[in-house]
């Protein structure tokens, strides 16, 4: 049985843990919302590209565009989205296990964010690139990373171009999911959701003929320059959602870490003040004792 001195010392210890544990709690929470509103924000915008994207495709009949071309090569990249600091639960694991499943040979890698990074090397994985992006998300960042990828699609080093990441569906929900970039197939939404409602993915239910666009010069060419724009901005939203997610996760987890933390040091205080009360019922015992024996 610990004695009252490790049991105080255990109590103090854990008092101190579960004051950190709230501090990085709050700071959390702070930041969550602020991430969580910057992502929901970024939701509308992504559906109107689409509407007009999709308005686009359906007046070029049958024009082609590069990234669009599907090839029967194998040599695909991944573009890991993960965060930069540990202590947000199992989203980071969660998200690695997926990587490491992944057994293709002709496989490479590219990172964004840290823990991505250290994965993929420590797993000796062929990694091609490293970005790193802010707290909050810039858009500069993720142009960045899609220039990247798209020059390497281009180029031929690779035949398809998908991303891995962690979409945030409300606080206490965040899935891994894998977005096909290059090439650009059937155009569709992120099938992100609000506080648990899903939003439709598929632009087939999106009604695009309701409104009438005049396209100048021509739709080919309105075409040629948006692809870009919304390849950009496809990588712009997932950096905010994965960002939403991490410190939603964290958020949890720490709260979590801090619940646990109060339960403890209320187990360990019941059995401070039971291994007290013995140890004062047997002086009394002793004491007793002695003065019947004098007595």
């Not at 506080?195 to 309701?210: F, P």
């Not at 410190?247 to 007290?276: C, F």
């Amino acid at each position: 049985m610990p004695s009252t001195r490790d049991l105080r010392r255990r109590i103090k210890s854990i008092k101190n843990t579960s004051q950190i544990t709230k501090a990085m709690q709050m700071v959390a929470a702070s930041k969550m919302r602020r991430a969580q509103q910057t992502a929901v924000a970024g939701r509308p915008y992504a559906e109107l590209m689409n509407h007009v994207l999709a308005q686009v495709t359906a007046n070029t009949g049958d024009f082609t565009h590069p990234l669009m071309e599907v090839r029967p090569g194998k040599r695909s990249a991944l573009i890991v989205v993960s965060s930069d600091k540990g202590l947000c639960g199992a989203m980071t694991n969660n998200l690695l296990k997926i990587v490491e499943n992944r057994h293709q040979v002709d496989h490479v890698y590219i990172s964004a964010g840290r823990k991505a990074a250290t994965h993929i090397a420590k797993t000796k994985k062929e990694l091609i690139a490293e970005f790193k992006f802010s707290d909050v998300p810039k858009f500069a960042e993720a142009r960045a990373i899609a220039k990247f990828a798209i020059k390497a699609y281009l180029d031929g080093e690779v035949d398809r171009v998908d991303v891995l990441f962690t979409n945030f569906i409300n606080t206490l929900t965040q899935e891994p999911e894998t977005y096909q970039l290059l090439p650009v197939g059937k155009v569709e939404a992120l099938s992100v959701g609000v506080e648990g409602q899903e939003t439709s993915a598929d632009l087939d239910s999106i009604d695009v003929i309701d409104q009438e666009y005049v396209f100048e010069p021509t739709a080919e060419n309105v075409f040629i320059s948006l692809l870009p724009h919304y390849l950009n901005y496809r990588l712009y939203q997932i950096l905010l959602e994965s960002k939403a997610s991490e410190h939603s996760s964290r958020m949890v987890a720490m709260k979590n870490a801090t619940d646990n933390a109060k339960q403890l040091i209320k187990d360990l205080t019941l059995e401070y003040n039971k291994v007290r009360q013995a140890a004062i019922t047997n002086e009394l015992l002793e004491i007793t004792s002695a003065a019947m024996a004098v007595g």
